[in-house]
């Protein structure tokens, strides 16, 4: 229901964007050249050289498309039913990662690579398919203008941290490979930057960071209720 909430409020803020898309075009240029100066592997090269693979781009759009929700969703379900106080944990740092992205995405409305001719990078989506989003980048209910940050990333590293939390077996440290291949599929396919990755594993840090010393204070508090928003969080 959380989930549910937080995509209707997604629906809601998703054309503010549309009447600034001029801004979303030059915080893309600004995006770029931060990179550059940071030193970040260009973009452009690493979507070059992966692309010189046979079906490469299928795939990373396969994934983008078709890992991002059910993956969190079946990392949830597994969660609520074999470990249900981090199932809690984890449904608030994503409803509160959620929330902070969502902000950001309207307080800077980012045009990914893919838009931007000037980058020289292909839109795989179009390339080869499947595609998330319309032709159109105005209509439909994703805000294409809300690259920074990846919720893409930052919930990929969310069911990774998740699952090694919960489990001892020395196998458990594969679940990073969900936030790696993310993000490079999300730099494959040409919507995100490094930078919105980035961003995403701050948001998600201090998300955990909140909901950890939220989680501290009530516990030395007992039998005293959570006021208003907080239940509905913990």
């Known amino acids: 229901m959380l989930i549910a909430s937080m995509m209707i409020v997604y629906r809601g803020v998703r054309h503010l964007a549309d009447g600034q898309l001029s801004l979303a075009f030059s915080h893309a240029n600004w995006v770029w ?37 059910p993956g969190t969703l079946v990392a949830m379900v597994w969660l609520w039913i074999r470990h249900r106080p981090e199932y809690l944990r984890m449904r608030t740092e994503l409803f509160v990662l959620t929330g902070a992205a969502l902000v950001l995405h309207v307080l800077f409305p980012l045009a990914p690579p893919r838009l931007v001719t000037g980058f020289g990078m292909v839109d795989t989506m179009i390339l080869t398919g499947p595609s998330a989003y319309p032709d159109n980048t105005t209509t439909g209910v994703a805000n294409q203008f809300a690259a920074m940050p990846s919720l893409h990333v930052g919930w990929a590293l969310l069911v990774a941290v998740a699952l090694i939390r919960v489990t001892t077996s020395r196998w458990r440290w594969l679940a990073l490979l969900h936030p790696i291949l993310t993000i490079s599929v999300v730099v494959i396919t040409a919507n995100h930057y490094w930078l919105d990755g980035i961003v995403a594993a701050v948001l998600l840090l201090a998300a955990m960071r909140l909901v950890g010393a939220r989680s501290r204070y009530t516990s030395r508090v007992p039998g005293q209720p959570l006021p208003g928003f907080s239940r509905v969080l913990l």
């Open 33 to 69: 050249e931060v990179e550059r100066a940071l030193r970040l592997p260009n973009e452009a090269a690493i979507q070059d050289w992966a692309l010189s693979w046979p079906s490469t781009a299928r795939l990373a759009n396969l994934y983008y498309v078709g890992v991002h929700f």
